[in-house]
């Protein structure tokens, strides 16, 4: 089956700083990319969807100076938090679809742990 | 909006009991409905989908019927094994004008599966 990862895992950082969270397609071109917010006890959150070589489109409610996503790749999509804060801490999860290969399936991510102090 | 309701886990049985984890969903129109499953320090992955009102989706022995008249689609498996641990979250989508391919997934809270030997 198709596989997407994520890197890193889990990161801890301090609050004012920026995080980057890769999401990559291993084995097909990922044309739409999405990204979840996880939080404990609580279901996905979808937050933005990317197309390659466009602007997300992000979900009502959520900061897209403060949660920026780049899809500059038909495998690779990037979720940057700026300016982190406790309140960012947060389980993230990518999907990827092939759209442009007739796919409807979403494939996942296993998530990264992101904590800030 | 769209909303999916599962039943509050965890959910604890013994190997070889009978499993049934609720699912209702609110939606316009005539979504499609999904089951993924989450093991251990991996991705999502999709068990079943169903795509119209009585349409049974079923896969490594779980099922799940599309009931529109109480907008259920509830997970069952008749005897679970150990390995069936995991998180379970029930998901719908509205399929895209042209029946082509599927929107925004909106998920349920999931719910956490522990069987015991």
């Known amino acids: 089956g198709a596989v997407v990862s994520q890197h890193p895992s889990w990161v801890i950082c301090k609050s004012g700083t920026s995080v980057k969270i890769e999401c990559r397609s291993l084995d097909f071109q990922a044309t739409t990319m999405f990204w979840y917010r996880q939080f404990p006890k609580q279901s996905l959150m979808l937050m933005a969807t990317s197309n390659e070589g466009s602007k997300a489109t992000y979900e009502q409610g959520v900061e897209k100076d403060k949660f920026l996503i780049n899809h500059a790749s038909l495998t690779l999509s990037t979720l940057t938090v700026t300016s982190a804060h406790p309140e960012d801490s947060s389980f993230y999860i990518c999907?990827?679809?092939?759209?442009?290969?007739?796919?409807?399936?979403?494939?996942f991510g296993p998530g990264t742990r992101l904590t800030v102090t | 909006g769209n909303s999916v309701t599962q039943m509050e886990g965890p959910v604890t049985l013994s190997e070889e009991a009978f499993l049934t984890i609720n699912c209702t969903y609110t939606?316009?129109?005539?979504?499609?409905l999904f089951w993924y499953v989450q093991y251990p320090g991996e991705g999502l992955q999709l068990l079943l989908k169903?795509?119209?009102?009585?349409d049974k989706g079923s896969n490594k022995g779980f099922e799940a019927t599309y009931r529109k008249e109480t907008t259920s689609f509830h997970l069952e498996k008749g005897s679970v094994q150990v390995s069936d641990s995991a998180v379970y979250f029930c998901a719908l989508s509205d399929l895209n004008a042209g029946g082509t391919s599927y929107g925004k997934l909106t998920f349920g809270q999931g719910t956490i599966l522990t069987v015991h030997p």
């Open positions: 939606a316009t129109g005539y979504p499609s």
């Open positions: 999907s990827a679809r092939d759209v442009a290969g007739g796919g409807w399936e979403q494939y």
């Open positions: 169903a795509t119209k009102a009585d």
